[in-house]
């Protein structure tokens, strides 16, 4: 969850002037022109000090990761200066913290940062979007927690700071700039002056606004979407030219309008940017980070039509995060501790449901069929039987960043479908009048950007705003350890669902529990395990522990991405009982070499259980229907 305590337009004009006449801003600059062993040079101009001594900090975590990144790993040559220039006492305490002494002399912060996109330094690895970028003359990703920090007990103090760029580079930022291609020579910066050189300059009222404000310089590639009140940025930074702004906003603009319904019409942010980084280098995983007036992408470099769905789907879940948490926060993410945080129980409302919200806004908006939305919900009930369904949603959350940390991705999963369920139980309770839509809105209503609700009183705040039932509800089956009513709940809306039902077909022998990825000659490679635990058509191939897909039917793997699955699934559907199947793996000999072999079977017909099957009933009730149309169709 990225930060709420929001920046208003009018606070952005607030001049330097006022901040530097009574020191009461930390100054930062960075320059982008200034590259040395992949590192870039960070200054900061303290704001005034009374204390002797004094710890500055870069973070440890950030909102929305929900893991440890240690930004501090990546500071070298850290240096704390009086007015003359002299060095002061200055002590490491740990991987994200300096004390230093003597602090009321203190003039000037310097130091050199590393990126985290290439690094090879030692520590957790960090979320690509959460991530940091230097590629000289190219492309800089500046997340600001991994490139600026702050002093104890002064999270709260304003911060400007200064990017020198090329002049023919733009910073696709939510932030608006206090000043923009401004030659340097009108600053009073260290920078080298130069004609090719230009320096932007914002302000943040206090580092959480800071942190939730990322940047990416590159070549110009933007375009600009005008939704109800709100400009939407897009930039996008493509190495090969293979995709454009333009293109996504093409793509995107569907979505936007039909959220901006979704919404009601308005938006609560004046300025939105979508930022996009594209990689030509093979992936293992992508993603996208939300923050308050934007969000960032870290995907592979693909031409729009094989990207377009992705797009769209990243777009909608992460856009909607302008209500939660930006509106509706608890105080665990209002005031957020980035070296020593605490979690708030509440990640089915700030993921699950903005996950619930772009899939039902996706359907009602005619984006997908009802059909396919099925589709959807299925797909998430099958991922969540990876994970704990007896693990009450409040305790995983609270304990995220320790005991659960591999329970996170069900958020995504279990979250969405509890965020359905609360949306047609709320329908049937108010004969259709009343969804999630509604509580969510009268929740932005009732606490806003500056307003952070207990944890503890949530669902007694919920109860109160809509029904009784309600609150037993989220208690039951968010607090409590109960397995998700579904059948009676898909029932309401006129939809079969059945658990589990046995069924004859094809397999392709193996299965999330079989496969994992490995790195071959820096290329990420499926790779089986387990495969004494395989069907009989894994069985029948002869696959090994360790052997790494390279061909199905002699066809050759796409690298890792969004066409991946794509292409097991065309595969799977043309196989037919009688034919056969082959696979060409990689395997290892005794002498420690890799060779191709090729495996051949024929395709079995197995039983096989088929979990959490959906289907619109046909003999449906008039009043199912009339909640199935509340639920998939938007209000006249």
Known sequence: M???????????????????????????????TRVV????????????LTQDEITFYLPKIIPGTYAVQDYGRFVSDFKALDKKGNPLPVEKLETNAWKIKSAKKLNKISYWIEDTFDTQLAGPDVFWPAGTNIEENKNYVLNPSGFFG????????????????????????GLIPEKSNEPLSNLKLEAKPGPDKRVDVFMAEDFDRLADSPLMYAKTDTAVIKVANTEVLIGSYSPNGVISAKEIANSVKEVLMAQKEYLGGTLPVEKYAFIFYFTDQPVTSYGALEHSYSSF???????????????RDFAAHEFFHIVTPLTIHSEEIGHFDFNDPKMS?????????????SGNMQVKYELITPDQYLGILRQKLLIADGFKDDLPFTEFSEHVLDKYGDQFYNVYQKGAIIGMCLDIKLRKLSDSKYGLQDLIADLSKKYGKYKSFNDDQLFTEIGQLTYPEIEEFLRTYVAGSASLPLESIFKDVGVK??????????????????????????????TFQNTDRMNAQGKALGLKNGDMLVKVNDEKLPALGPEFSEFISTHKAAMKEGGTISYTVLRKSESGDYAEVRLEAPVKVIEVHKRHQLSFDENATADQLKLRKAWLVPAE
């Open 2 to 32: 990225m930060k709420s305590k929001i920046l208003l337009i009018a606070g952005l004009c607030l001049s330097f002037a006022a901040f530097s006449q009574s020191k009461k801003a930390y100054e930062y600059t960075v320059d982008l």
């Open 37 to 48: 062993d992949d590192k870039l040079y960070v200054e900061m101009s303290p704001p005034s």
């Open 150 to 173: 702050y002093f104890d007990q002064m999270k709260q103090t304003p911060f400007r700071f200064n990017i020198v760029r090329q002049k023919d580079f733009y910073g696709s930022t």
């Open 297 to 311: 992408y870290y995907m592979p470099e693909r031409s729009i039509d094989r990207m377009k769905q992705n797009l």
């Open 345 to 357: 129980q509440h990640l089915w409302l700030y993921e699950g449901v903005t996950e619930y919200f």
């Open 497 to 526: 669902y059945e658990k589990d039902v046995a069924q004859k077909d094809v397999s392709l022998g193996f299965d999330n529990s079989n496969v994992t990825v490995t790195q071959y000659n820096e290329t990420p490679m499926i």
